[in-house]
């Protein structure tokens, strides 16, 4: 069975940095594409970034594209976001799930880390 646990979130200012990361276990891990979707009250899901299994294609959504990497690595079964440039509209819950794309969005996933952009 899958296991996805997600880390690294936190409180950062406007203009800050996080590397969120997430271990995963259970399932061969480079042979499926990842993502990261995120979460913020009130609201549905919503597609951040993938990585394919080789870590070869990346793709990122419009709002975060310039400001976050998303990475892996197989040898650890881990896969990371690297933020930066923060901003109050990235605020949300994170969450790393299997699958590319919007597939990913419905996929399943973690408890989640908690991104809070603030002043």
């Known amino acids: 069975q899958a296991e996805l646990v997600e880390s690294g979130g936190g409180l950062v200012q406007p203009g800050g940095s996080l590397r969120l990361s997430c271990a995963t276990s259970?399932?061969?891990?480079?042979?499926?594409?990842m993502s990261w979707v995120r979460q913020v009250p009130g609201k549905g899901l919503e597609w951040v970034s993938s990585?394919?299994?080789?870590?070869?294609?990346?793709s990122y959504a419009t709002s975060v594209k310039g400001r976050f990497t998303i990475s892996r690595d197989n040898a650890k079964n881990t896969v990371y976001l690297q933020m930066n440039s923060l901003k109050s509209e990235d605020t949300a819950l994170y969450y790393c799930?299997?699958?590319?794309?919007?597939?990913?969005?419905?996929?399943?996933r973690g408890q989640g880390t908690q991104v809070t952009v603030s002043s």
């Open positions: 799930a299997m699958g590319f794309g919007a597939m990913a969005v419905g996929a399943p």
């Open positions: 259970g399932f061969t891990f480079s042979t499926y594409s």
């Open positions: 990585i394919s299994g080789d870590g070869r294609t990346t």
